[in-house]
């Protein structure tokens, strides 16, 4: 049976676009607000990853450590996060969604408890930043049986012998990080050497969906929309940042900002 985050690429590919992909952090910033912001930009973004908020992250920036911090201080709770996902699931049953966060979650909850509340809120893909290929074999193996997708990493550091592996044993996305940096960072590197990097990596197998992460803005997105699919986050958490300092609907300002990202794709 095709995955939800398969059906989403074919789609942007007859299309003739990239799948945009948004990130957001759960609990941000009330759990009320974060129900209301997946509603809406659920709207004009193909896939959506919810980040589980975490006090030790190694992969992200400050605008989503500050995402992080707001939904940890109000409280929020992984049965929690399940239960924003569930709720959404209840008027988006079709829109993927993928879950985001660190392994140590994970394995307090106990990998089979985990995969069991993913696979009954409607969870249809894992990234986990600190659980690496091959140590993640086990892991994605499990996730697989519960039909749900574990989402592998590349980096321009990857050799093409890890990377020939890494894909071979990969679901229906891969994850390519674009530059050593953290989230948000701002791009390195052109979006031309990014492109020449991802076409070397998309020759080694062209039928997995392969999406750019890290340094993706309303200024560099329109620049790389010949990949199957982009990823913006930091400017997301920015934003709601933005709007609680300036007392605005954060919901109001991101649905505007994923509209307009959307249109710079098309």
């Known amino acids: 049976m095709k995955s939800k985050i398969s059906s989403a690429f074919e789609k942007c590919k007859k299309e003739k676009r990239p799948a945009l992909l948004t990130y957001t952090v759960a609990g941000d910033n009330t759990k009320k607000n974060s129900l209301k912001i997946l509603n809406s930009i659920a709207k004009h973004a193909d896939i959506l990853e919810l980040g589980f908020p975490h006090n030790t992250p190694i992969a992200d920036g400050g ?9 940890l201080k109000n409280g929020i709770k992984l049965k929690d996060i399940f239960q924003i996902i569930k709720s959404f699931k209840k008027t988006n ?11 140590n979650i ?11 509340n993913c696979k009954s809120s409607g969870v ?3 990234i986990i930043v600190d659980l690496p290929w091959p140590e993640n074999k086990h892991f994605a193996k499990k996730c697989k049986n519960k039909s749900i ?16 592996k890494i894909i071979k044993e990969s679901h229906d ?7 050593l940096s953290t989230t948000g960072g701002k791009l390195k590197v052109s979006p031309r050497k990014i492109l020449e990097n991802y076409k070397k990596i998309k020759r080694l197998n062209n039928n997995k969906n392969l999406v750019i992460g890290f340094g993706i803005t309303n200024k560099t997105i329109s620049s790389l929309r010949s990949a199957d699919g982009l990823v913006v986050g930091s400017q997301l958490c ?9 007392r605005q609907n954060p919901v109001i300002k991101l649905s505007k900002l994923v509209y307009s990202l959307k249109n710079k794709i098309l």
């Open 149 to 164: 997708n574990f989402i592998q990493l590349l980096s321009p550091t990857t050799s093409k012998d890890r990377m020939k």
């Open 124 to 126: 249809d893909g894992l």
């Open 106 to 116: 994970i394995y307090q909850s106990g990998e089979n408890n985990f995969l069991r």
């Open 173 to 179: 996305m891969i994850y390519y990080i674009s530059m």
């Open 238 to 246: 920015k934003t709601i940042t933005d709007s609680i300092k300036k």
């Open 93 to 103: 049953p079709l829109k993927p969604l993928i879950l985001m966060g660190y392994y």
């Open 63 to 71: 605008q989503i450590q500050g995402s992080s911090h707001r939904a």
